[in-house]
């Protein structure tokens, strides 16, 4: 009877990819949120690190503060850029206007219990706004916040962000302090916002007063006239064990001006976040983003399609794409194959597990990432794996269960009549005719999770969703496409791959 030695080479790949994917121990990580600044900033500081000869490895784009404050508290990431009124009110939960706004002693005082300190104050504050179109800003006439308690509660259509209304210094905050008239609606991506202010589907956002864009599409942001928003100065939020020393260099020295001009070289300019932090780290200007090959860069010198495709982060995100996959597809085999077996030689049961398995397949990725993170206290890749694995469990147990129904019954009972116990008859037998309904199912879970993957780049797990997620970032379709396409391709490939597998089984022997 045909062994199956393809359990091998998956084995062999896993061990494989879990070296190439293992980070160095002594490796410092930089966190960063997922909006241009932060990438920016990020960027700034593992370069600065990696200069001062700190070896640094900086984790792009991970969601919002609640997924980084975790992040920090779990070791997962050392520092990230972080602002003071952000930190007041929803790290330490305080009410920021009535605290006021605190000295940095102050506030390290308030996070030593946390074992996390507040450093090198960066030069800018980057507090949070509404912002409009002029002309619609002219029409209603509005200037302050306050202005837009008056409106009819429909005047205005709301792109908010997802962060921003769930804020306690966000929009249910401000609505209260203003009496705003307005349903927030859904929330929208920060950087979809302004496009889709400029195309007329929105008419308020939230923006960010060092966004590069508010010239450029000529947003008027209305004055904060309660002072409802706290100072957000930018800092350096780090664990207390933390050498700071490094990063001293850095302080003072963005300034708004030159924040701006950062956010501009990534988001108008088409510069990539290391080519930004480079020229700001040169003394200079970011790079121009020119390219020397012909027919590979996008309008205005911008990096095309074909550059972004081809970045030297491929491998490496190749890598952990495949690792998320088949990492836990093995999680999956080695737990639904025996789940499929009970179900069948259990025909009672087997209703209740296909519906349970089918109940884990219809939860929301976000959200079962979320709960997986605050559940281990950590973000990357076991909680990215884990997810996967839920996801990967219906199709094979599913499969598993028909492939063995499928099995004619007179053939057991043969194996039986000479001798053979009910394991051999499962080894020898049931499974082996089972296998190609079976590697059905493992395609059906391999596939899914080739997409699947792509979300766990919201919580620093890599692969091709790093580049979809920092180009939803910058509204840039290239660089989405750069993460999609090879994506699609991997999919594409583990389809044919396992095709050829079932083909393989289906023949005789």
């Given at each position: 009877?045909?062994?199956?030695?393809?359990?091998?080479?998956?084995?062999?790949?896993?061990?494989?990819?879990?070296?190439?994917?293992?980070?160095?121990?002594?490796?410092?990580?930089?966190?960063?949120?997922?909006?241009?600044?932060?990438?920016?900033?990020?960027?700034?500081?593992?370069?600065?690190?990696?200069?001062?000869?700190?070896?640094?490895?900086?984790?792009?784009?991970?969601?919002?503060?609640?997924?980084?404050?975790?992040?920090?508290?779990?070791?997962?990431?050392?520092?990230?850029?972080?602002?003071?009124?952000?930190?007041?009110?929803?790290?330490?939960?305080?009410?920021?206007?009535?605290?006021?706004?605190?000295?940095?002693?102050?506030?390290?005082?308030?996070?030593?219990?946390?074992?996390?300190?507040?450093?090198?104050?960066?030069?800018?504050?980057?507090?949070?706004?509404?912002?409009?179109?002029?002309?619609?800003?002219?029409?209603?006439?509005?200037?302050?916040?306050?202005?837009?308690?008056?409106?009819?509660?429909?005047?205005?259509?709301?792109?908010?962000?997802?962060?921003?209304?769930?804020?306690?210094?966000?929009?249910?905050?401000?609505?209260?302090?203003?009496?705003?008239?307005?349903?927030?609606?859904?929330?929208?991506d920060h950087g979809l916002a302004y496009e889709a202010l400029r195309g007329g589907q929105v008419d308020l956002i939230d923006v960010y007063s060092t966004d590069a864009k508010i010239g450029r599409y000529g947003v008027r942001v209305l004055e904060d006239d309660r002072g409802f928003f706290p100072k957000y100065d930018a800092v350096l939020l780090m664990r207390a064990e933390v050498d700071e020393r490094p990063l001293q260099r850095l302080a003072g020295r963005i300034d708004e001006r030159t924040m701006i001009a950062l956010n501009a070289a990534v988001e108008l300019d088409g510069n990539t976040f290391a080519e930004a932090a480079r020229g700001f780290l040169a003394g200079g200007a970011a790079a121009s983003g020119q390219s020397g090959q012909s027919g590979s860069s996008g309008p205005g010198g911008q990096p095309g399609f074909l550059q972004r495709l081809f970045a030297p982060d491929l491998l490496r995100l190749t890598a952990q794409h495949l690792l998320l996959v088949f990492g836990s597809l093995a999680l999956a085999i080695v737990v639904a194959?025996?789940?499929?077996?009970?179900?069948?030689?259990?025909?009672?049961?087997?209703?209740?597990?296909?519906?349970?398995?089918?109940?884990?397949?219809?939860?929301?990725?976000?959200?079962?990432?979320?709960?997986?993170?605050?559940?281990?206290?950590?973000?990357?890749?076991?909680?990215?794996?884990?997810?996967?694995?839920?996801?990967?469990?219906?199709?094979?147990?599913?499969?598993?269960?028909?492939?063995?129904?499928?099995?004619?019954?007179?053939?057991?009972?043969?194996?039986?009549?000479?001798?053979?116990?009910?394991?051999?008859?499962?080894?020898?037998?049931?499974?082996?005719?089972?296998?190609?309904?079976?590697?059905?199912?493992?395609?059906?879970?391999?596939?899914?999770?080739?997409?699947?993957?792509?979300?766990?780049?919201?919580?620093?797990?890599?692969?091709?969703?790093?580049?979809?997620?920092?180009?939803?970032?910058?509204?840039?379709?290239?660089?989405?496409?750069?993460?999609?396409?090879?994506?699609?391709?991997?999919?594409?490939?583990?389809?044919?791959?396992?095709?050829?597998?079932?083909?393989?089984?289906?023949?005789?022997?």
């Amino acid at each position: 009877m045909r062994r199956m030695p393809w359990l091998h080479r998956i084995a062999w790949l896993l061990a494989a990819l879990a070296c190439a994917g293992a980070d160095a121990a002594d490796k410092l990580s930089v966190g960063s949120k997922r909006f241009t600044e932060s990438y920016i900033l990020g960027e700034i500081v593992c370069q600065t690190l990696v200069a001062a000869g700190t070896p640094c490895e900086h984790k792009q784009g991970l969601g919002n503060t609640g997924i980084l404050e975790q992040a920090l508290a779990a070791g997962a990431v050392q520092v990230y850029p972080e602002y003071t009124g952000t930190i007041v009110r929803e790290i330490l939960k305080r009410e920021g206007a009535r605290e006021g706004n605190p000295s940095l002693d102050e506030l390290n005082r308030w996070l030593a219990p946390r074992g996390l300190k507040a450093a090198v104050p960066l030069g800018f504050n980057n507090t949070y706004a509404l912002g409009l179109r002029e002309a619609d800003a002219e029409r209603l006439g509005l200037r302050r916040l306050s202005d837009l308690a008056r409106l009819d509660p429909k005047a205005l259509r709301l792109g908010l962000s997802h962060e921003f209304l769930k804020r306690a210094d966000g929009w249910p905050g401000l609505q209260a302090a203003y009496g705003l008239p307005f349903a927030p609606g859904a929330g929208l991506d920060h950087g979809l916002a302004y496009e889709a202010l400029r195309g007329g589907q929105v008419d308020l956002i939230d923006v960010y007063s060092t966004d590069a864009k508010i010239g450029r599409y000529g947003v008027r942001v209305l004055e904060d006239d309660r002072g409802f928003f706290p100072k957000y100065d930018a800092v350096l939020l780090m664990r207390a064990e933390v050498d700071e020393r490094p990063l001293q260099r850095l302080a003072g020295r963005i300034d708004e001006r030159t924040m701006i001009a950062l956010n501009a070289a990534v988001e108008l300019d088409g510069n990539t976040f290391a080519e930004a932090a480079r020229g700001f780290l040169a003394g200079g200007a970011a790079a121009s983003g020119q390219s020397g090959q012909s027919g590979s860069s996008g309008p205005g010198g911008q990096p095309g399609f074909l550059q972004r495709l081809f970045a030297p982060d491929l491998l490496r995100l190749t890598a952990q794409h495949l690792l998320l996959v088949f990492g836990s597809l093995a999680l999956a085999i080695v737990v639904a194959v025996p789940l499929g077996i009970w179900a069948w030689r259990r025909p009672r049961l087997a209703p209740w597990l296909m519906g349970a398995a089918g109940v884990l397949q219809t939860l929301p990725s976000l959200a079962l990432l979320a709960f997986l993170i605050a559940a281990l206290g950590r973000i990357g890749l076991w909680p990215a794996l884990l997810a996967l694995f839920v996801y990967a469990l219906l199709p094979i147990v599913r499969n598993t269960h028909a492939g063995l129904a499928a099995v004619p019954q007179g053939l057991p009972l043969a194996a039986r009549a000479l001798g053979m116990r009910e394991g051999q008859v499962l080894r020898t037998v049931e499974l082996p005719l089972a296998l190609p309904t079976l590697l059905a199912g493992v395609k059906t879970a391999a596939v899914i999770n080739v997409g699947t993957a792509t979300v766990a780049a919201f919580i620093g797990a890599g692969g091709y969703g790093e580049r979809i997620v920092a180009g939803l970032a910058v509204n840039d379709n290239a660089a989405m496409l750069a993460g999609a396409v090879p994506a699609a391709l991997l999919a594409l490939a583990v389809q044919v791959l396992f095709d050829a597998l079932e083909r393989r089984y289906r023949r005789p022997s």
